[in-house]
């Protein structure tokens, strides 16, 4: 059974950017529509397939929408879809929204214990899976994992494999006629989709964003980075299933009527040359990802952009001035979540020699969304960032725990993140409470740890965690990426802090040189395969 999607924003609020033109107030198909009648010839997809025009996309998602009704999807339905970057992807997203359902996209790589969880607890109907992705057989293990799924009624397997038995071929789903297919007209403050956070719960958060925020909020998120009002032709590096990925179907294409450019896995050499192929004004990604293409022996000078726009974690300054030497534009850094938080420097850097505490994030957008900070606590000098707006998402669902935790009566979310707003009306984030290292009953910030590593000149990437001691509870390890020619050991980390500031008890007391930092398949670090190789007593790569 489908749990209940309220809406914890006022309805006043939402008709209100409504009414003033914030939100575009129509939901995500009828406002694709709208671009495929003004421009049916131009490209909407690049794939390793090939290119896809507004007219051919619209065909295909009328066609898929025709042939899930027949299968017994219907307006209101959550279906999971767990396929890799592609056309198929892009299509199943504008199916379900011409349908009216809630499409519940997750990254392709994950496990089926991951899956399952998942489409239980949204109380899936159906789910479109890949039959095979990087030596996993997502489709296979779905079906075998449907028996514990009561509401889920078909597993749709996509991909030019056979499709495993049970399962319904997505080339079928394709075949439908959509010549008479006659779309939904949900209600654009009505749910549309449910983004994945992997978030600090034991299981990942579902959050549920209606059409509006998705096409309002984030659409004036994606509005900022065109000058001008141009026409983005983005090049997502991360998965369009992840959060991030959002800004891809519902805000590139429906909202601004894009282009987006696909890469069914990320490798660095891949990038260069899609970039260098398809010449994108933006490129979404996280900071590794940018740091393994600076990295390339042939990276060489990039065709100019508008923009690289990077989610997930912060850049340090000196990459970020290296990428925006080899890119030619802006690196803009993003400050951000599922749970519904976005903030960003914009086109301007921030001052050199701010000396002002925490990290500058930029000037919040009530556009997107307004950010206040919460009275701090009793002997604290920071308070916890929390937001509302256009993009504010319904609910978290199926945790009405997460609700009150998170949640305000109000409607603000509680991103359990420090900052402060400055004189100039800036945010400043000042630590993230939800990754915090507990050392003998003292409290660490990896993040402060990180900015401060981010800077030795041996260091190109680091990811600081935790790690379990018997003595002290927890002590914190430092991963990091060495710089080319340079073997970073602890004494000479530890010095570096020292010089930076940094008291002695934050620093690292465990080191794992590693040749990059693994990424999960939502495109984050991947913090429990570090954890895992630290606990695993490996101290280097070979």
């Not at 065109?226 to 369009?240: A, D, K, M, N």
């Not at 912060?314 to 979540?337: H, K, M, Q, R, W």
């Not at 402060?448 to 600081?464: N, Q, S, T």
Request: glycine residues 12%; hydrophobic residues 45%.
């Amino acid at each position: 059974m489908t749990p209940r999607l309220d809406d914890l924003v006022p309805a006043t609020l939402r008709r209100r950017w409504a009414a003033d033109g914030t939100c575009p107030d129509l939901d995500l198909y009828a406002l694709f529509r709208t671009r495929r009648l003004a421009d049916p010839d131009r490209v909407a997809v690049i794939d390793a397939a090939g290119e896809v025009t507004y007219a051919e996309l619209d065909r295909l998602a009328r066609s898929a929408a025709a042939g899930l009704r027949g299968l017994g999807v219907c307006e209101g339905d959550v279906v999971g879809v767990q396929l890799p970057n592609g056309r198929d992807a892009v299509v199943a997203d504008l199916a379900l929204a011409a349908l009216g359902a809630v499409a519940l996209p997750f990254p392709a790589g994950r496990g089926v214990a991951e899956a399952a969880s998942l489409l239980g607890r949204s109380g899936a109907r159906a789910v479109v899976a890949a039959v095979e992705y990087r030596g996993s057989a997502h489709a296979r293990e779905l079906v075998a994992a449907a028996g514990d799924l009561p509401g889920l009624r078909v597993v749709i397997a996509a991909g030019p494999q056979e499709p495993p038995p049970g399962s319904v071929d997505w080339g079928q789903v394709l075949s439908a006629d959509g010549g008479a297919f006659v779309p939904a007209r949900p209600d654009p403050d009505g749910a549309a989709r449910i983004l994945v956070s992997s978030g600090s719960e034991s299981e990942p958060k579902m959050v549920a964003y209606s059409h509006n925020a998705l096409a309002g909020g984030r659409g004036n998120f994606m509005a900022t980075l065109l000058p001008g009002g141009g026409t983005p032709r983005c090049l997502f590096l991360v998965p369009l299933a992840s959060a991030f990925g959002s800004n891809g179907t519902a805000v590139t294409l429906a909202r601004h009527g894009g282009t987006l450019v696909l890469l069914e896995h990320f490798s660095p050499r891949a990038a260069l040359a899609a970039i260098r192929e398809h010449r994108p004004t933006h490129v979404l990604a996280v900071p590794t990802m940018i740091r393994m293409m600076l990295d390339q022996p042939d990276a060489g000078p990039a065709p100019s952009m508008t923009a690289l726009v990077l989610g997930g974690a912060e850049l340090d300054a000196a990459t970020a001035a290296e990428a925006g030497t080899a890119f030619g534009c802006p690196v803009i850094n993003l400050y951000g979540s599922a749970d519904g938080v976005n903030c960003h420097s914009g086109f301007r850097p921030a001052s050199a020699g701010d000396g002002g505490p925490g990290v500058v994030v930029g000037l919040p957008d009530p556009r997107v969304a307004e950010i206040r900070i919460a009275a701090p606590p009793d002997g604290e000098r920071f308070g916890e960032i929390i937001a509302r707006g256009p993009m504010t998402p319904m609910c978290y669902v199926g945790a009405p725990e997460l609700n009150r935790r998170y949640r305000t009566g109000d409607g603000w979310v509680r991103t359990g993140d420090l900052g402060v707003i400055d004189a100039d009306g800036r945010l400043r984030l000042m630590g993230r409470l939800k990754h915090v290292v507990i050392r003998g009953g003292a409290n660490i910030s990896p993040a402060e740890v990180e900015r401060a590593l981010a800077d030795h000149p041996g260091v190109r990437e680091v990811v600081c965690l935790g790690v379990p001691d018997q003595v002290m509870g927890e002590r914190l390890a430092a991963c990091v990426v060495p710089r080319p020619g340079h073997t970073p050991d602890l004494p000479g980390l530890s010095a570096h802090l020292l010089r930076r500031g940094v008291e002695r008890g934050k620093h690292p007391e465990r080191l794992l040189l590693v040749r990059q930092v693994p990424l999960t398949p939502a495109g984050k670090p991947d913090r429990d395969a570090l954890r895992a190789l630290l606990l695993g007593g490996r101290r280097e790569t070979p």
